[in-house]
């Protein structure tokens, strides 16, 4: 299982599935981010986190403990 996580900067992944449970799923889905996705990792902050995204064309910046919920397919 690959997460988000591990996802490398320039590359367009998909989501495949959604850890977490309750309130912390809801915000991520919130986000735009759903099973089938496409997301393109634009790059990582000079400090590692957070990870800057465009999902469903819009920026977005996620930390890494939740990037870690969401599983991917190159």
Do not use: N
Request: proline letters at 3%; charged letters at 30%; a positive charge.
């Amino acid at each position: 299982m690959k997460t988000l996580r591990e996802a490398t900067v320039g590359s367009t992944v998909k989501v495949v599935k959604l850890h977490g449970e309750g309130a912390i799923k809801r915000r991520i889905m919130d986000m735009g981010i759903t099973k089938g996705v496409q997301i393109y990792v634009r790059k990582l902050a000079p400090l590692g986190d957070p990870l800057e995204l465009t999902v469903r064309g819009y920026e977005l910046s996620l930390r890494k403990a939740d990037a870690e919920m969401i599983e991917i397919e190159a």
